[in-house]
């Protein structure tokens, strides 16, 4: 059972390792430049409320472009009654 237990903390200690930033927030923007592969990406995360205020699913939108800076890019987004 000590063994287990053991690889289940190693376990739990190496996913966390994995982790290296909190969870998004609502608004953030993170960009990932992917050396080897000469890629970067980008993601743009939001959390809706429903019309009472409660949460709903995260949205997240990603853009991945080569190298380091994007050529252009034009993103535009409507909400409410359009």
Known sequence: MTCLVNVAV????AVAAGQLLPPPGDG???TVYWELRNETDVWLTL??????????????FTHRF??????????RALAGNY
């Open 47 to 60: 959390e809706p409320r429903s019309a009472k205020g409660d949460r709903v699913p995260l949205i997240t």
């Open 66 to 75: 080569p190298g380091s800076r994007p050529a252009g890019v034009e993103v």
């Open 28 to 30: 953030e923007i993170r």
């Open 10 to 13: 190693a376990l739990l200690a």
